[in-house]
């Protein structure tokens, strides 16, 4: 035993990695091509894509320097430029925010190392329009807006980023990392992704800007006698964006019913963990934990500072309750199929803490979200020229059937952190947001540089919210359902140095703000430049 436990240790840093990383959500769809790859049997690293971000392949272009182990290299130069006619439409899209109007992300920066030392400096810079747009009403029934403020007092996402042009300056995809072999320490502000889901992330994703973290991760699979397992453990910063929402929308009836909430920032422990068993190849099993805490309510122990490490079981955590932190967990599968070229994903999430095993088997659906998808390649030339992606997937976080017993509030909402799961006004979850429900049907051609596709999306706003207020209060109007139809045309060409995509998005609108009838039609235009120095 202890020579397996020697050799494995000397495996884990025998192997040098200093290079930079794949944003999530690359203009270039680098990161989901190598998901691709994959599937065909072209990728040969294993990793199971469940965390990202990914690192790249490899660095050399005409315009890196290398002396000894000392390297630098200029990032690509990014332009993303977006418009919406009508409404605030937008996720996945880190520092952009859901605006009307034009809105514009510009990106550059470079990459150093030496040795096992990198750094990454990625700054971006947004500047919004933020063009004022039809909200909630004020002049309704007294007990809808009172359900309404309800959810304002629990989450910091403000229909409107402020009242005035939105501009400011990230870190962006900043990052300090010391790697040795396949294990990696650093500071980083970039985005992360977890879990196996396409289009949504139940516990994390880039729907909102990056936040500062310190990070202990697997850079690669790590193997082992039983397996390979990857992982990341963080300890990061959320803060508001300190746009708060007018006074006048907590009035009624000339009462103030606005919420008290902290202005201090938050300290956020998470921790993904993924194993992949040796006996069942393509398998890849998970799990993810996030808690989140005001700063001042932050014990000193190291429990205080590493929550994600204690027991599943609120029974066995000693004053849970009065420690006045949240939790969000899921576990997840991915099942890749190389032979039929085809994969499919699951993960399945919790809002709070179960009781003890016992509470988990006899009301599973309590306080639970889900994510399941499929993908399937089809080729239409031998090897990478050129093949049709076909993907599905369906989210969930309504509340189950469960809340009729035993409410549980609507996903990311929580008693203690009335910011909700949320970092600059923004979820860094599910972009869908509270209670909502979508299904995505994705098609694209894939060439050796280029990428054409069509993607058609229902999206059902907050259907907790909708259930709350016009079951109880307005008997007849069960159908007040907000409801998109998204329809997305999306093409990315590489012309040389040049990378070019473009997107064309209609949204069909149905009563909008759960008005009836309130019908409205969308259309966001996005054009993206990338350039290679």
């Given at each position: 035993?202890?020579?397996?436990?020697?050799?494995?240790?000397?495996?884990?840093?025998?192997?040098?990695?200093?290079?930079?990383?794949?944003?999530?959500?690359?203009?270039?769809?680098?990161?989901?091509?190598?998901?691709?790859?994959?599937?065909?049997?072209?990728?040969?690293?294993?990793?199971?894509?469940?965390?990202?971000?990914?690192?790249?392949?490899?660095?050399?272009?005409?315009?890196?320097?290398?002396?000894?182990?000392?390297?630098?290299?200029?990032?690509?130069?990014?332009?993303?430029?977006?418009?919406?006619?009508?409404?605030?439409?937008?996720?996945?899209?880190?520092?952009?925010?859901?605006?009307?109007?034009?809105?514009?992300?510009?990106?550059?920066?470079?990459?150093?190392?030496?040795?096992?030392?990198?750094?990454?400096?990625?700054?971006?810079?947004?500047?919004?329009?933020?063009?004022?747009?039809?909200?909630?009403?004020?002049?309704?029934?007294?007990?809808?807006?009172?359900?309404?403020?309800?959810?304002?007092?629990?989450?910091?996402?403000?229909?409107?980023?402020?009242?005035?042009?939105?501009?400011?300056?990230?870190?962006?995809?900043?990052?300090?990392?010391?790697?040795?072999?396949?294990?990696?320490?650093?500071?980083?502000?970039?985005?992360?992704?977890?879990?196996?889901?396409?289009?949504?992330?139940?516990?994390?994703?880039?729907?909102?800007?990056?936040?500062?973290?310190?990070?202990?991760?697997?850079?690669?699979?790590?193997?082992?006698?039983?397996?390979?397992?990857?992982?990341?453990?963080?300890?990061?910063?959320?803060?508001?964006?300190?746009?708060?929402?007018?006074?006048?929308?907590?009035m009624v009836n000339g009462i103030n019913y606005k919420a008290s909430k902290s202005k201090e920032w938050r300290y956020l422990s998470g921790l993904t963990l993924n194993y992949q068993p040796k006996w069942i190849p393509g398998l890849y099993l998970g799990l993810n934990r996030v808690f989140q805490l005001y700063n001042n309510d932050l014990g000193k122990g190291f429990a205080d500072y590493f929550p994600v490490i204690s027991p599943f079981q609120k029974k066995n955590v000693t004053d849970e309750d009065g420690k006045n932190r949240d939790q969000i967990a899921s576990l997840f599968l991915r099942w890749v199929f190389k032979e039929s070229k085809a994969e499919i994903y699951f993960e399945n999430g919790w809002n709070d803490h179960k009781q003890d095993f016992w509470d988990l088997l006899q009301d599973p659906s309590h306080s639970r979200a889900y994510t399941f998808g499929l993908g399937k390649i089809f080729t239409l030339e031998s090897g990478l020229n050129k093949y049709l992606k076909f993907n599905f997937e369906n989210t969930l976080l309504q509340q189950s059937a469960s809340r009729i017993a035993r409410p549980a509030g609507a996903w990311y909402q929580h008693g203690s952190v009335l910011h909700g799961y949320t970092h600059m006004s923004q979820v860094i979850g599910a972009g869908i947001g509270p209670g909502s429900n979508s299904q995505t049907l994705d098609i694209s051609l894939w060439k050796k540089t280029d990428v054409l596709g069509f993607q058609v999306e229902r999206y059902s706003h907050n259907l907790d919210f909708s259930h709350d207020v016009y079951t109880n209060y307005e008997i007849g109007e069960y159908n007040r359902r907000w409801v998109d139809l998204n329809f997305n045309v999306y093409v990315f060409k590489q012309i040389k140095k040049i990378g070019f995509n473009g997107r064309f998005t209609h949204s069909v609108v149905r009563n909008y703000q759960w008005q009836i009838p309130n019908n409205k039609n969308n259309f966001q235009i996005q054009l993206s430049l990338q350039y290679q120095l």
């Open positions: 035993m202890k020579k397996i436990l020697f050799q494995f240790v000397l495996f884990l840093f025998s192997i040098s990695l200093t290079a930079q990383s794949i944003p999530v959500g690359s203009i270039d769809y680098t990161d989901e091509r190598l998901r691709n790859e994959q599937l065909l049997n072209f990728n040969v690293d294993n990793s199971s894509f469940t965390i990202r971000p990914l690192l790249r392949k490899s660095d050399s272009t005409q315009n890196s320097q290398k002396t000894n182990q000392f390297k630098f290299k200029l990032l690509p130069v990014a332009l993303v430029q977006q418009y919406n006619s009508l409404l605030p439409l937008g996720r996945n899209d880190g520092v952009m925010i859901p605006s009307k109007g034009y809105q514009m992300k510009f990106s550059a920066g470079f990459f150093v190392s030496y040795k096992n030392l990198s750094f990454q400096f990625n700054p971006e810079y947004v500047n919004a329009e933020n063009l004022p747009f039809e909200i909630f009403p004020n002049n309704i029934n007294s007990s809808v807006r009172l359900n309404y403020i309800r959810y304002l007092n629990s989450y910091d996402i403000p229909d409107r980023l402020g009242s005035s042009p939105y501009k400011k300056i990230f870190w962006g995809q900043s990052a300090l990392n010391y790697r040795i072999g396949k294990v990696n320490i650093g500071i980083s502000n970039e985005n992360l992704w977890w879990g196996p889901g396409k289009y949504n992330s139940l516990i994390m994703s880039n729907n909102a800007p990056g936040f500062i973290h310190f990070t202990f991760n697997s850079v690669k699979p790590i193997s082992t006698p039983v397996g390979s397992f990857e992982w990341q453990l963080i300890s990061g910063r959320l803060v508001e964006s300190g746009l708060d929402i007018p006074a006048e929308f907590y």
